[in-house]
């Protein structure tokens, strides 16, 4: 059973910096892949970036690549989203989630945390 919180989440204007941050927790948290997706109004969820279990990768979608920087830390069982020079389309409820490749087959999912870019 995983447990992942969201959080930093806001109103931000265009051109504007957010830092989100996930928190895992459960025992069967082994520090796995993880993913963030992001979901806006009337449309699908769609993939963000990924990272591998140690952080020694990385994948972004592209129309958030050069923007965005996920990164980890595994001492604190929390996964960082930096989010830079936002653009209004960046607007959408963001999630966290595990990688079911590298979490047993499970996508185990945050609540979600909005961020909001004002043009």
């Known amino acids: 059973q995983v447990r992942l919180v969201e959080s930093g989440g806001g109103l931000v204007q265009a051109g504007g910096s957010l830092r989100l941050s996930c928190v895992a927790s459960?025992?069967?948290?082994?520090?796995?892949?993880m993913d963030w997706f992001r979901q806006a109004p009337g449309k699908e969820r769609e993939f963000v970036a990924a990272?591998?279990?140690?952080?020694?990768?990385?994948y972004y979608a592209d129309p958030v690549k050069g923007r965005i920087t996920i990164s980890r830390d595994n001492a604190k069982n929390t996964m960082y989203l930096q989010m830079n020079r936002l653009k209004p389309e960046d607007t959408a409820v963001y999630y966290c989630a595990t990688d079911p490749p590298t979490s047993g087959g499970i996508r185990s999912w945050g609540q979600g945390t909005q961020v909001t870019v004002s043009s």
């Open positions: 459960g025992r069967t948290f082994n520090n796995p892949g």
């Open positions: 990272i591998s279990g140690s952080g020694g990768s990385t």
